[in-house]
């Protein structure tokens, strides 16, 4: 079972240049996230999707943006990297949003200089 | 809205010892609470959970207790293996549909160091 699966891995941007992390799951959950983590920082959401067809800012949303493509992908944007925004992002799914296990990816970590 | 503090930041045991991590929430609404460990370069795992109508929960070496008066709760782990070394959240949630109050808030993380 491949689970969540994010891509890329790693990656450097330039400050100002775009891109776009990938997320997909496999588990036909509900709903799902982007969370950023940074060191002594723990993992702050930054969008969130409860179902398909909707998403919602959570505590970080600034400077990112998302989409739901359908059930099972989710992708985050960032229009105009910032050094800030260097971080590890990672997605996770839930059946539902209320009271479920979360299910993590492995992680993009983000370089922006 | 939710806030979740854990303590310690750091923490280094011997082999075989017991480790403790604390958290407190501040919403009393709350009603799910789990555990997460992450091992390094990777996502975060869950490795135990526990609901409000419940004060003590077990999976063999590890174990979750719940004061909801006090709003803390709380991971222990015995017998602590060198396999255990990794990074553990604590998390709480609200539990009601619509809106942020179902999304898990974080504490910042506990690095858990076991030393052979």
């Known amino acids: 079972n491949a689970g969540v699966t994010q891509t890329p891995k790693f990656q450097v941007l330039k400050t100002g240049q775009s891109m776009t992390l990938q997320c997909a799951q496999d588990?036909?959950?509900?709903?799902m996230y982007w969370y950023r983590q940074d060191p002594g920082m723990g993992l702050r959401l930054i969008y969130y999707?409860?179902?398909?067809?909707?998403?919602d800012k959570g505590e970080v949303p600034n400077g990112y943006n998302v989409s739901r493509l359908n059930k099972r992908e989710f992708s985050l944007r960032l229009e105009s990297a910032a050094p800030s925004q260097t971080s590890v992002y990672f997605c996770?799914?839930?059946?539902?949003?209320?009271?479920?296990?979360?299910?993590f990816g492995q992680g993009t970590r983000l370089t922006v200089v | 809205g939710e806030n979740v503090e854990q303590h310690p930041s750091t923490l280094s045991v011997q082999e075989g010892d017991s480790a403790v991590i604390k958290c407190t929430y501040s919403d009393s609404a709350s009603n799910y609470f789990p555990w997460y460990k992450q091992e390094l370069g990777k996502g975060p795992q869950l490795i135990i959970d526990?609901?409000?109508?419940?004060g003590e929960k077990k999976d063999q070496r590890i174990a979750v207790t719940l004061n909801k008066t006090a709003k803390h709760f709380s991971l222990h782990i015995t017998e602590t293996q060198p396999e255990d070394s990794a990074v553990y959240f604590c998390a709480a949630s609200a539990g009601r549909y619509g809106g942020s109050q179902g999304n898990l808030i974080f504490g910042k993380g506990t690095k858990l160091s076991v030393k052979p």
């Open positions: 996770a799914s839930t059946v539902v949003q209320l009271n479920t296990e979360a299910f």
């Open positions: 588990m036909n959950h509900n709903s």
């Open positions: 999707s409860a179902s398909e067809g909707t998403t």
């Open positions: 526990i609901r409000s109508n419940v």
